[in-house]
Structure formats: structure tokens, C-alpha cells
């Protein structure tokens, strides 16, 4: 369940993520809020078009098909690859399904398909869709035999991948519409490139990487999920580190953050009066941030640094954003989730970058859990 990403967010996630994104005119305020809700949203749903090859789905799922006005989605991705965003808010894309899929999703406790939907568009005891799912319409003829370009499918990969990493959820997130209304049968196509078990196994290997990550690269391997150490019945747990002082953040310009309280252990144990705290260790941990000074069209972002202790290039963990305030002036609180490793010749530092205007950090503490490698 999550607060769906503003417009500027989805747009960043996605390009991010690698992918062209197309702003169609107009694309922000096309909704159909006025007919309910939208959010909270639990995944993203994946489409087919059911046009020829001659004509740009663009227009239609912006403006909407007979009697069922648009938008019909929230983005195309077009058979070059390219996602056009025609939408944002409640869109007429998913209708009624099952709500035992929907509580599979929310989950995302079942296997390689949700359990088999036997709710369909009018049935008794079915859910409606619409507010709760982001929405893909791809382009295809939808008859099975159309073939679907490779940089079209890695584009619906990448665009599934990109809202799963910013909303917080793993690939059992994306459904097709197939897999949601006993009616439907997208998205279909040959030899199974479009299966959505096969789909998710991509989306889940994308998210293991950073967002700019290229299939058929060597990427750093990912880092492991912290687990505790056989024979240990409790993992020693990380000192608080605080800094309470104002600290101006200049757009642009990287931050090291430098610790100036270690309450819980005893001098230097962990990184009182430095920016590092730890070393040699699998860790999970919790980082609270208090700041002022960007509005709603400005962010920061936030990663884990891995300095060696030797001197030499830092190795950059994967990067948060997080957004600010429509007005620039109230404070904004926010906890972020670390996961990861540092090695026993490197040490563990925090980096905060703002991206919009000059920014204040006000606070910021970090707690959590080590295991030693």
C-alpha cells in the first residue's frame, strides 16, 4: 500500500529507470478523480492496446475510446520503447477483478502467478481497480501472433521496475489485466515474451541493481540482505549517531554527513566527532532526517558511501530521494531503510545531496543493526 508519487516523482522514477519519457500536454491534469478515489495504490498493471502497427495509441488512451473517456491509462509505451504519459490520477484502465488477487498483491505472498481471477467486469463481489493501480497500456495488436520489439518489453520491464523501487514494492506488484478480470487476456503475444511470470522475473533482477543499471552489463554484485549469523540469538545492535546542529546544503554540491553525538557507546566506538561509523559488517539501518527549505518541485537525495580506509575511488550504495514541501518553509520529516554490506577495509559514511534549491538539515540521527562478516 503506498501514497501514490507525485507527477515530478513518476517522471524522475522513470527516467531514472533509463527510459524516453514523452510529457503529452496536458498529461497532469487528466484524471478521473471526480469519479472516487485514487490511492492508495498497491502495483501496476500492464496492458495491451489492440491497435495496428499504423497507429499511435497516444491519443485514444489520452482522450479515451467510445464510451469509456480517457485518460485509459497512465503512461504508453509505444513499440519503440518510448513512454508517452497521458495521464495522472484516477484512469479508466483496470475495472473490476478479483479482490483475492488484490489481497495476493498487497501481500505479495503468492508464487509465480496471483491465484486464478473468477471476477470479471460486473460480477458480484468484485473490486474496482482503478484506484489502486498504476496503468500501462503497451502497444500491440493484442491477437497473439503480433510481435513485440525487444527495447518495447525491456521499456515495460523498466517502467514496472521504476514504480516498484519508488513506491517501495518487490515485481509481485505488477499484474497484467489478465491476471486481474477473467475477461481479459493482455498482455498476449508469441512465444510466452510477455508472460507475466516471465516479466517479473525481469522486474525483480532489474531491482537488485541500481535504477541505470543495462541488462548484459557486469554490474557490482548486489548486496546481500543482512541475516543474522547461525548460533546468534540477537545481532549486536549500532550505536545512535545524532547531529542536531543546522547544516546548509548547497544544490548540486555532495554532503558527507558528520556525527557529533554518539549517545549509546562509548567514545569513538562506532564514529562520535566523524562521518564514518562502521566497517567489516552486513548492516540494516534507520535514517531519521528533519529539513526546511524546499518546496514541492524540489528534493534531496540520500545514499550510503563505502570510504576505503586506504584512501581510493568511495563505492556509492543505491540513492533515495526524498521530496520536499509545497511551501519551502515547513519541516519535513522522513525515515529512510539502509541495507547493505561494508567490507573490512572500508568504513561506512551517509551523503546528502539537495537537488532543488538551498536546503537546512535540522536533524538527523541513525540506529540499526549490524552482523559481522
Given at each position: 500500500?503506498a501514497t501514490?508519487?507525485?507527477?515530478?516523482?513518476?517522471?524522475?522514477?522513470?527516467?531514472?529507470?533509463?527510459?524516453?519519457?514523452?510529457?503529452?500536454?496536458?498529461?497532469?491534469?487528466?484524471?478521473r478523480n471526480?469519479?472516487?478515489?485514487?490511492?492508495?495504490?498497491?502495483?501496476?498493471?500492464l496492458?495491451?492496446?489492440?491497435?495496428?502497427?499504423?497507429?499511435?495509441?497516444?491519443?485514444?488512451c489520452?482522450?479515451?475510446?467510445?464510451?469509456?473517456?480517457g485518460?485509459?491509462?497512465?503512461g504508453?509505451?509505444?513499440?519503440?520503447?518510448?513512454?508517452?504519459?497521458?495521464?495522472?490520477?484516477?484512469?479508466?484502465h483496470?475495472g473490476?477483478?478479483?479482490?483475492?488477487?488484490?489481497?495476493?498483491?498487497?501481500?505479495?505472498n503468492?508464487?509465480?502467478?496471483?491465484?486464478a481471477?473468477?471476477?470479471?467486469?460486473?460480477?458480484?463481489?468484485?473490486?474496482?481497480?482503478?484506484?489502486?493501480?498504476?496503468?500501462?497500456?503497451?502497444e500491440?495488436?493484442?491477437?497473439?501472433?503480433?510481435?513485440?520489439?525487444?527495447?518495447?518489453?525491456?521499456?515495460?520491464?523498466?517502467?514496472?521496475?521504476?514504480?516498484?523501487?519508488a513506491?517501495?514494492?518487490?515485481?509481485?506488484?505488477?499484474?497484467?489485466h489478465?491476471?486481474?478480470?477473467?475477461w481479459k487476456?493482455?498482455?498476449?503475444?508469441?512465444d510466452?515474451?510477455?508472460?507475466?511470470?516471465?516479466?517479473?522475473?525481469?522486474?525483480?533482477?532489474r531491482?537488485?541493481h541500481?535504477?541505470?543499471?543495462?541488462?548484459g552489463?557486469t554490474?557490482?554484485?548486489?548486496a546481500?540482505?543482512?541475516?543474522?549469523?547461525?548460533?546468534?540469538t540477537?545481532?549486536?545492535?549500532?550505536?545512535?549517531?545524532?547531529?542536531?546542529?543546522?547544516?546548509?546544503?548547497?544544490p548540486?554540491?555532495?554532503?558527507?554527513?558528520y556525527?557529533?553525538?554518539?549517545?549509546?557507546?562509548?567514545?569513538?566506538?562506532?564514529?562520535?566527532?566523524?562521518?564514518?561509523?562502521?566497517?567489516?559488517?552486513?548492516y540494516?539501518?534507520?535514517l531519521?532526517?528533519?529539513?526546511?527549505?524546499?518546496?514541492?518541485?524540489?528534493?534531496?537525495s540520500?545514499?550510503?558511501l563505502?570510504?576505503?580506509?586506504?584512501?581510493?575511488t568511495?563505492?556509492?550504495?543505491?540513492?533515495?530521494?526524498?521530496?520536499?514541501?509545497?511551501?519551502?518553509?515547513?519541516?519535513?520529516?522522513?525515515?529512510l531503510?539502509?541495507?547493505g554490506?561494508?567490507?573490512a577495509?572500508?568504513?561506512?559514511?551517509?551523503?546528502?545531496?539537495?537537488?532543488?534549491?538551498?536546503?537546512?538539515l535540522?536533524?538527523?540521527?541513525?540506529?540499526?543493526l549490524?552482523?559481522a562478516?
Open positions: 500500500m501514490p508519487l507525485t507527477a515530478d516523482q513518476l517522471v524522475r522514477a522513470l527516467r531514472a529507470e533509463g527510459l524516453t519519457v514523452i510529457e503529452v500536454p496536458g498529461w497532469r491534469q487528466n484524471n471526480h469519479k472516487g478515489d485514487w490511492g492508495p495504490l498497491h502495483g501496476v498493471m496492458h495491451h492496446t489492440v491497435t495496428p502497427k499504423t497507429m499511435s495509441a497516444v491519443s485514444m489520452f482522450n479515451g475510446s467510445g464510451d469509456l473517456p485518460p485509459l491509462c497512465h504508453v509505451i509505444r513499440r519503440d520503447g518510448t513512454v508517452h504519459l497521458v495521464g495522472y490520477g484516477r484512469a479508466n483496470a473490476s477483478g478479483d479482490p483475492a488477487v488484490l489481497q495476493a498483491v498487497i501481500k505479495e503468492y508464487g509465480s502467478r496471483p491465484p481471477t473468477r471476477h470479471h467486469q460486473g460480477s458480484k463481489g468484485a473490486v474496482d481497480g482503478n484506484p489502486h493501480f498504476w496503468g500501462f497500456e503497451c500491440n495488436e493484442g491477437d497473439g501472433v503480433d510481435p513485440w520489439p525487444a527495447v518495447q518489453v525491456e521499456a515495460m520491464v523498466r517502467a514496472s521496475a521504476a514504480l516498484c523501487r513506491q517501495g514494492w518487490t515485481e509481485k506488484s505488477t499484474i497484467g489478465l491476471e486481474w478480470s477473467d487476456s493482455d498482455p498476449k503475444g508469441p510466452n515474451v510477455v508472460s507475466m511470470p516471465s516479466l517479473r522475473t525481469r522486474i525483480a533482477t531491482l537488485t541500481p535504477a541505470n543499471w543495462t541488462p552489463t554490474p557490482k554484485p548486489p546481500p540482505k543482512p541475516t543474522t549469523p547461525a548460533g546468534d540477537m545481532p549486536p545492535r549500532l550505536t545512535w549517531l545524532t547531529r542536531a546542529e543546522d547544516l546548509t546544503l548547497i548540486g554540491s555532495p554532503l558527507t554527513l556525527w557529533t553525538s554518539e549517545p549509546s557507546d562509548g567514545p569513538g566506538q562506532h564514529g562520535d566527532g566523524g562521518s564514518t561509523f562502521l566497517q567489516g559488517a552486513l540494516t539501518i534507520e531519521d532526517l528533519e529539513f526546511s527549505g524546499l518546496d514541492g518541485n524540489e528534493y534531496l540520500v545514499r550510503t563505502n570510504l576505503p580506509a586506504a584512501g581510493g568511495p563505492v556509492p550504495g543505491g540513492s533515495v530521494e526524498v521530496d520536499g514541501r509545497g511551501d519551502g518553509t515547513s519541516l519535513v520529516k522522513r525515515t531503510t539502509l541495507t554490506r561494508v567490507t577495509d572500508s568504513r561506512l559514511a551517509i551523503e546528502v545531496t539537495t537537488q532543488g534549491a538551498t536546503a537546512t535540522e536533524y538527523a540521527r541513525v540506529q540499526g549490524s552482523w562478516l
